[in-house]
């Protein structure tokens, strides 16, 4: 049973809450502005809202039949049987209950805007694919992945602990926002035929499978010339990053193309997850040098 929750976590996409927070307490820490206990409840609290979007997702996916048994991706835990729906459902509530309890203990550090942040964040972690107006199946996914894991993520734990916002912390908070979604567009990319009947209108539903491979290297660009950006403003160090993202991003658009069977889409995202923590390091890195 451990298994089994460990797996509905989703492990790999925990780098998604890891690494904006990251790059937002190097910032700080070259300010001279940090602070542990924020930036240790920032993690926590990127964490709960991690898992309890996977969790929803498992959930609401299955509620409308978007995940099936014989889904390419990796299995789901309601879909597969492995977990009654109920129990996911209420696992969801609890871990975004404490979502919001951590949430609240870092008013203290950024004021009341931060309780209007953590329920936005919260309402869009349960909206992300439930209630009236699910974001993953009107196609607008990607924004709030963008918004939440990147800019909000990185420019909130950067302000928490400097009580300020800066231009390099909403650049970085861009940059790492559209590297983490490329994860999104791969698993979009893969479930194209699925999503398609069940409804699920993601851009690559609505748009093709070549717009896709198109968003993924614009954002992967989109990344680079962010970091160029900073780097023009603080060191050139940070372009050494760009040029391994140039290499990763290349390497995944080619494996998509040729993808075909189950094990080459995982090939696929686990190169792609490479992205985030590779990019993710370098940033802090060039930072703190």
Known sequence: MLDIWIQAI????????????????????????????????CLGFALLIQIGTNFANDYFDYKKGADTPDRIGP????????VEPTTMLWAMIIVLILAFLTGLALIPHGGPL???????????AFGYTGGPFPLAYLGLGDIFVVTFFGLVAVSFTFFVQA?????????????IGLIINNLLVVNNYRDVEEDRRSSKRTLT?????????WQFWVQTFGAGLCTIFISALNNWFWLLAVIVLGFIGQ?????????VTTLEYKECLANASLMTPVFGMMLCVGILL
């Open 10 to 41: 989703r492990p790999r996409t925990l780098v998604a809450a890891i690494f904006p927070v990251a790059i937002g307490t190097s910032l700080a820490y070259d300010m001279g502005r940090f602070a542990l206990l924020p930036a240790f409840l």
């Open 75 to 82: 299995l789901r835990a309601v879909a597969s049987g492995l």
């Open 114 to 124: 931060l309780l209007c942040v953590g329920i936005i964040s919260l309402l869009c």
């Open 163 to 175: 009580g300020i916002f800066t231009q390099d912390a909403w650049l970085a908070g861009m940059a």
């Open 205 to 213: 539903v609505r748009f093709g499978r070549r717009f896709s491979l």
């Open 251 to 259: 390497r995944v658009t080619t494996m998509l193309q040729e993808a």
